[in-house]
């Protein structure tokens, strides 16, 4: 199949879809880790998918944000952003905003994440209600 025949997203929705995934991904990984407390073997498994879920997303966006901005992704830049997001993020910010404009990024991004925790929080209490009935 040619790419040229898929229908995309143009990039605002693209970037606006990933920042939804993002809270979730928070909610999923509410339920796994409630489920994963009362299943041991099976935690470090699911906390080591739910991480390579969340790179996944933040790979996504960053990848539609250089589209839109024209700014080429290298090699090694997708490696760390896919592998250890928390050096590769701000990598990404960095590059493709400056200095000043990374913090701002960063900023936004650490107000994003504020979120996760109470979408993991909500998640794993309606997991267990829903397990104790």
């Given amino acids: 199949m040619d790419t040229s025949d898929i229908i995309r997203l143009p990039l605002v929705k693209r970037k606006r879809n990933y920042l939804w995934a993002l809270p979730c991904v928070g909610i999923l990984h509410g339920g796994?880790?409630?489920?994963?407390?009362?299943?041991?073997?099976?935690?470090?498994?699911?906390?080591?998918?739910?991480?390579?879920?969340?790179?996944?997303?933040?790979?996504?966006?960053?990848?539609?944000?250089?589209?839109?901005?024209?700014?080429?992704?290298?090699?090694?830049?997708?490696?760390?952003?896919?592998?250890?997001?928390?050096?590769?993020?701000?990598?990404?910010?960095?590059?493709?905003?400056?200095?000043?404009?990374?913090?701002?990024?960063?900023f936004g991004l650490g107000l994003m994440f504020l979120w996760w925790g109470p979408m993991t929080v909500v998640a794993a209490t309606l997991e267990t209600v829903a397990r104790r009935s």
């Fill in 32 to 106: 796994l880790f409630s489920y994963g407390l009362s299943h041991p073997p099976t935690q470090a498994g699911l906390d080591l998918f739910m991480g390579f879920t969340l790179n996944l997303v933040l790979l996504g966006w960053c990848y539609a944000d250089s589209e839109e901005k024209q700014i080429p992704i290298t090699r090694w830049l997708g490696l760390a952003l896919l592998a250890v997001s928390v050096v590769g993020v701000p990598w990404y910010f960095v590059r493709s905003r400056g200095f000043v404009g990374a913090l701002k990024g960063g």
